[in-house]
């Protein structure tokens, strides 16, 4: 399915190859979890379309032998190549970073959490090179992916760099990274660049309320998008699975007791430890952000954790304070080459009885 952020970078691409002037390296931006990967097989379909079709509804019917292989999500295509992260291959043996499946662009985009500068291997790389140069099995073009140009070492995009330079026949690469700016300026300067925005808050709301399994509720919305980081389809999952009501509880609970009793903190870090690390540093600066926010005389309606909280509490904890315990949680999650390491829960403990002191 091409959701409708999409579709303008769908028809930009359709109108480049229409009008034969699609370059034969592309690079593609756009955040994690705006399923990407749905529009990179679009374009890789119309790319390797017999019939030569451009129309997303016609290709998914089309009965062309290179359109019949894509209809598959479990299988493959001779013709197209995924160049991966190569996180995946100690663990598991079935996971090539070098493939032609399908499943393998979806599994190594849908992990954005644990990604690694340098995690695309040169070899493969290489590999990736002196498959471009071997002919197309079905005789109409080649594509090849690689899912995540943000991992690439500089030995991995020099390599990419002599294809840029001197591109295969019938060929088309695309590199899709989250910013344009992850990538070398050698390779940017060499490629078609497109780019995957997802702001229109209109379309975003149809989008969910089409989706929801529950009625849709704007303030639940809006958290579930600052907690997806703005994806329509991980807000969606995040309200479905009442995520973002975890959040705001904890949030509630937290204004709720914050001067009350002694022991309040104990509750309230069983409630935060039921998020990831990740997460939980997340809320904990968005709620520090919003509140500085407000203090500074933003309305809390356009705050979308503290929207639902009455703040009598909260709102008096003074700027410097939060400003001090927002240095605090930079200092309390470290990472550690892309490892996230879990603040202790004693660390917790001092930096959530810190706020009310
Ligand atoms: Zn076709």
């Not at 017999?50 to 089309?62: P, T």
């Not at 998008?225 to 937290?254: C, H, I, R, W």
Request: with cysteine.
């Amino acid at each position: 399915m091409l959701y409708p952020w999409l579709i303008p970078t769908y028809n930009r691409f359709k109108l480049a190859l229409r009008q034969g002037r699609l370059p034969s390296s592309l690079i593609l931006a756009g955040q994690a979890n705006l399923g990407i990967e749905e529009l990179v097989l679009g374009m890789a379909r119309m790319y390797l379309c017999q019939h030569k079709k451009y129309e997303y509804e016609e290709l998914v019917q089309d009965n062309c032998k290179s359109c019949l292989l894509f209809n598959n999500r479990d299988g493959s295509h001779p013709d197209i190549m995924f160049l991966t992260t190569a996180k995946n291959s100690g663990q598991d043996k079935d996971f090539a970073d070098l493939a032609n499946t399908f499943e393998n662009l979806q599994a190594d985009l849908s992990d954005s959490d644990e990604e690694m500068k340098g995690n695309i291997r040169v070899e493969s790389v290489r590999s990736l090179i002196s498959w471009i140069y071997e002919g197309s099995v079905l005789g109409n073009g080649k594509v090849a992916v690689v899912s995540k140009g943000q991992c690439l070492s500089e030995s991995s995009a020099n390599a990419l760099l002599k294809t840029f330079e001197e591109p295969a026949a019938d060929t088309l690469m695309i590199i899709l990274t989250e910013k344009f700016e992850d990538l070398p300026a050698t390779l940017l300067s060499r490629a078609f660049k497109m780019e995957v925005l997802c702001q229109d808050f209109s379309q975003i709301e149809n989008f969910l309320k089409t989706h929801l399994k529950d009625n849709y509720d704007e303030k639940r919305a809006k958290v579930a998008l600052v907690l997806s980081k703005n994806s329509p389809l991980k807000a969606l999952e995040y309200l479905n699975a009442g995520y973002d009501e975890d959040v705001m509880f904890f949030l509630q609970t937290l204004e709720k007791e914050l001067f009350d009793k002694a022991s309040f903190c104990n509750s309230l870090l069983g409630l935060l430890k039921k998020f990831t690390p990740l997460m939980q540093r997340y809320i904990l600066e968005e709620l520090l952000l919003e509140l500085i926010k407000y203090k500074a005389r933003v309305a809390q309606s356009e705050l979308p954790f503290l929207s639902s909280l009455d703040l009598k509490k909260l709102a008096t904890i003074p700027s410097e304070k939060l400003f001090f315990a927002y240095q605090e949680l930079q200092s309390m999650f470290s990472y550690e080459k892309g490892l996230k390491v879990a603040a202790p829960d004693a660390l917790l403990l001092t930096w959530l009885t810190s706020l009310r002191n």
